[in-house]
């Protein structure tokens, strides 16, 4: 089975400020692993993704999100936040195509609430 | 994304009622997928399809049944609606090619919200 972890429900930061959504995974074999935004009254937007090559992978908005093996986690970060930032973030994982079985799954984290203060 | 379209947008109806929720795709993908969204539980999968003559069961299935018309058009249908139905529920839809790149990198619709009274 895979799963996704985002350890904080809400993470809030200061406008200009580094900021940093955390993600873990489970997966058998490689992962192909996503990050998506949803603005209030919207629909999942994607940001990134990782599939493989470089462990740093920059992303839509200015976002990146750095892909560590022997931690499995793929947290999300930028360098400096906006207010316009604030957003439900889902971490997402499936497993490679040339994992075995069906690939056809995306498992998605609970979700976490960004908000960047003014 | 503007590609992949839900209706309607919202929906409040009350309990025992027959619900279809529709979704229509012009991305030429032949994955659809129906999500469902609760607060603190992110996205679980209600059903997914792999063309139009192969429908499966995610999670949480029960409760629901879909229809793949076509390949652009993935309904969902609440049988007899009951009020822990009352959710945000999400279209999506991905492009599947054979090996490397079936990333399975998902395009989601505006999603629906759902209140069963």
């Known amino acids: 089975a895979q799963s996704v972890a985002q350890p904080e429900d809400q993470v809030n930061v200061a406008e200009g400020n580094p900021l940093t959504v955390k993600c873990t995974y489970s997966v058998s074999g490689n992962p192909y692993l996503f990050w998506y935004v949803q603005y209030p009254n919207r629909g999942l937007q994607f940001l990134l993704k990782?599939?493989?090559?470089?462990?740093l992978v920059k992303g839509s908005y200015g976002f990146e999100a750095e892909f560590n093996k022997s931690q499995t986690s793929f947290h999300l970060k930028k360098p400096s936040a906006l207010v316009s930032d604030s957003a439900l973030y889902f971490c997402?994982?499936?497993?490679?195509?040339?994992?075995?079985?069906?690939?056809?799954?995306?498992?998605f984290g609970k979700g976490t609430l960004l908000t960047v203060n003014p | 994304d503007a590609d992949v379209t839900q209706t309607p947008r919202n929906r409040i109806t009350k309990t025992g009622k027959r619900i279809m929720l529709e979704c229509s795709q012009t991305k030429g993908h032949d994955r659809m997928y129906w999500y469902r969204q609760d607060p603190g539980l992110g996205l679980r999968l209600i059903y997914y399809?792999?063309?139009?003559?192969?429908?499966n069961k995610g999670e949480i299935s029960d409760g629901y049944s879909v229809s793949r018309q076509a390949q652009a058009k993935f309904s969902l249908s609440l049988e007899s609606a009951i009020p822990n139905q009352t959710a945000l529920y999400f279209c999506?839809?991905?492009?599947?090619?054979?090996?490397?790149?079936?990333?399975?990198?998902?395009?989601f619709g505006p999603g629906t919200r759902l209140t069963v009274l």
């Open positions: 990782y599939i493989t090559g470089d462990n």
């Open positions: 399809s792999f063309d139009v003559k192969d429908i």
């Open positions: 999506a839809t991905s492009d599947y090619k054979t090996g490397r790149l079936s990333y399975n990198e998902q395009f």
């Open positions: 997402a994982v499936s497993r490679t195509w040339n994992s075995g079985g069906s690939n056809y799954k995306l498992t």
